[in-house]
């Protein structure tokens, strides 16, 4: 398709397959022609059912989901994947759904695009995603703080010696504050650097924030580690778990 460049390609995921997963066959066509011509391999699924037997059978480096799917929605999938994988996963949610993009969140999507949506900013967001789910940069040795193991280049962290199951951002939003601790952030910088948005709904951060703590502390209830600053936004304690 003109005017679609070759982000895949560009950016070293050329080949990369992406799972589209999308009841409205018109809406599914469009998406799969923007990221075949940027690149991808794409996959089709038409409700949630086929989306976890094309999970099973083609293993996709990426999942771009309806959060409304016959038989089994979308955050129902999501929390499937979540049991037991690390795919990133994008819903594609109403325009104006704050609940859904919530809920979608909570169930771990990694990221939302609202509908209508632009072709060309999903095929972007699915390679902000995947490049940062993909160690294909320069490593980074792994650093020890705080009972914590994080291996940034394979992006695992181990806490007491086990890993963690975190997706994309939950992730990425760790490895932040970990390199900036004691340092409260807003959650509009936190946006900015971890999702890359200068604009967007400040509730991502705190639903990410919020998976994140179930699976860092202790006690999510009163957290020791992620600490939230009121008035300001967050900040790492690292020490305080020792």
Same mark, same amino acid.
Not at 232 to 238: E, F, S
């Given at each position: @398709? ?94 104006? *759904? ?63 010696? @086990? ?7 939950? %992730? ?12 409260? %952030? ?9 999702? *890359?948005?200068?604009? *967007? ?42």
């Amino acid at each position: @398709m003109a005017g679609v460049e070759p982000e895949a390609a560009a950016a070293g995921l050329a080949d990369r397959r992406v799972l589209v997963v999308e009841d409205d066959e018109t809406v599914r066509e469009v998406v799969k022609t923007y990221l075949d011509a940027a690149g991808y391999i794409v996959d089709e699924a038409a409700d949630g059912f086929a989306a976890l037997e094309s999970i099973e059978r083609v293993a996709p480096d990426l999942v771009v989901m309806d959060r409304m799917l016959p038989g089994i929605d979308g955050a129902q999938v999501c929390r499937r994947i979540r049991a037991s994988a690390d795919i990133p996963v994008i819903l594609l949610t109403a325009l104006g *759904g704050t609940d859904d993009r919530i809920d979608g969140l909570e169930a771990g999507a990694d990221d939302y695009v609202t509908k209508p949506f632009s072709p060309r900013e999903l095929v972007l967001r699915v390679h902000s995603v995947l490049r940062r789910s993909i160690a294909d940069y320069a490593p980074e040795a792994p650093f020890e703080l705080g009972g914590f193991r994080i291996h940034p280049s394979a992006r695992i962290v181990h806490k007491g010696g @086990m890993p963690l199951v975190l997706s994309v951002r939950e %992730f990425e939003l760790f490895a932040f504050l970990l390199k900036h601790p004691h340092r409260a %952030f807003t959650r509009e910088e936190l946006l900015q650097a971890v999702w *890359g948005w200068r604009f *967007g709904d400040l509730s991502t951060v705190t639903v990410t924030m919020r998976r994140l703590r179930e699976k860092v502390e202790d006690d999510p209830q009163h957290p020791r580690i992620l600490r939230t600053v009121w008035g300001v936004g967050y900040r790492l304690d690292i020490e305080e778990a020792e």
